[in-house]
T-cell receptor, first 110, second 111 residues
Framework: QKEVEQDPGPLSVPEGAIVSLNCTYS??????FMWYRQYSRKGPELLMY????GNKEDGRFTAQVDKSSKYISLFIRDSQPSDSATYLC??????????FGTGTSLTVIP | EAQVTQNPRYLITVTGKKLTVTCSQN?????MSWYRQDPGLGLRQIYY???????DKGDVPEGYKVSRKEKRNFPLILESPSPNQTSLYFC??????????FGDGTRLSIL
């Protein structure tokens, strides 16, 4: 069983829509949760980081962790064409060894 | 400008010919890590280093070596590359493991 599973999509939404991206993980010991955005031909860049459970908001982005369900989510409000990218979830239990989801490809249509 | 620099960006080589991919960061980060990215498998961690002379295996270390003799550099060594190591490789660094800064990747093709 993989440590983290992510729906690969692709996901296509109209500009202005709310986007929901999700991952599930297998081990309740994981306590660090991250979302990265990756544009084509570039390295991933950190969007959101959450420790343990709860919500975190940063502008149009909200990260949510539900440890009881082993489920993490990223919501994008008022999506823009510049949000078109691949989104990767990542988890860690120690802060030095990481497991990434396979990524969800998102296209926001103007 | 804060950055993680990988070289080369692209390399085509043959089975068995030793190669090194360099990684350098200018942010004085203690933590550095190598990943490979493959379609359908995502990013998988190869090795990581918590500081100079401290390295540890990630999820897929077989066939790779690393060294950390200086804080800024973390080279990835393939002593006898094989076709199944054809992949897109990323180096990352962080002052704390969670908020990693990634390089732009090295695309390796091993024939």
């Amino acid at each position: 069983q993989k440590e983290v599973e992510q729906d690969p999509g692709p996901l296509s939404v109209p500009e202005g829509a709310i986007v929901s991206l999700n991952c599930t993980y297998s081990n309740s010991a994981f306590q660090y949760f991250m979302w990265y955005r990756q544009y084509s031909r570039k390295g991933p860049e950190l969007l959101m980081y959450t420790y343990s459970s709860g919500n975190k908001e940063d502008g149009r982005f909200t990260a949510q962790v539900d440890k009881s369900s082993k489920y993490i989510s990223l919501f994008i409000r008022d999506s823009q064409p510049s949000d078109s990218a691949t989104y990767l979830c990542a988890i860690s239990n120690t802060g030095n060894q990481f497991y990434f989801g396979t990524g969800t490809s998102l296209t926001v249509i103007p | 400008e804060a950055q993680v620099t990988q070289n080369p960006r692209y390399l085509i080589t043959v089975t068995g010919k030793k190669l090194t991919v360099t990684c350098s960061q200018n942010m004085n980060h203690e933590y550095m890590s190598w990943y490979r990215q493959d379609p359908g498998l995502g990013l998988r961690q190869i090795y990581y280093s918590m500081n100079v002379e401290v390295t540890d295996k990630g999820d897929v270390p077989e066939g790779y070596k690393v060294s950390r003799k200086e804080k800024r550099n973390f080279p990835l060594i393939l002593e006898s590359p094989s076709p199944n190591q054809t992949s897109l490789y990323f180096c990352a660094s962080s002052s704390e493991g969670r908020a990693q800064h990634f390089g732009d990747g090295t695309r390796l093709s091993i024939l």
